[in-house]
């Protein structure tokens, strides 16, 4: 199992800037579970690997890449909650 270590920079009001090794992963508001996605996709990442973001030294989240990739961040009426990203289910190693 490999932990993947999230750069993050603010980018603009409620956003941030994610870097992995040094590769501009691009801006979100939901940084841990936006870069989750990316490296899965880039097949940087396996679901079971863990993934932290920091802001400088400072320990932000942390999450298996996999449950943070089939999560997002909704508002609305009923206020903020995490709600599953419709991603299709991904197989954790035992």
């Given at each position: 199992m490999v932990t993947h270590h999230?750069?993050?920079v603010e980018a603009k009001k409620?956003?941030?800037r994610?870097?992995?090794n040094g590769e501009d992963l691009g801006v979100s508001?939901?940084?841990?579970?936006?870069?989750?996605?990316?490296?899965?996709?880039?097949?940087?990442?396996?679901?079971?690997?863990?993934?932290?973001?920091?802001?400088g030294q400072t320990p932000c989240c942390r999450s298996t890449v996999g449950v943070?990739?089939?999560?997002?961040?909704?508002?609305?009426?009923?206020?903020?909650r995490f709600q599953n990203y419709g991603l299709p289910s991904l197989k954790l190693a035992a």
């Open positions: 999230i750069d993050l409620g956003k941030a994610m870097f992995h508001s939901e940084p841990l579970f936006s870069a989750s996605r990316k490296l899965l996709a880039k097949g940087l990442a396996n679901p079971e690997d863990y993934i932290e973001t920091y802001r943070a990739a089939g999560l997002t961040v909704v508002e609305d009426d009923r206020g903020i």
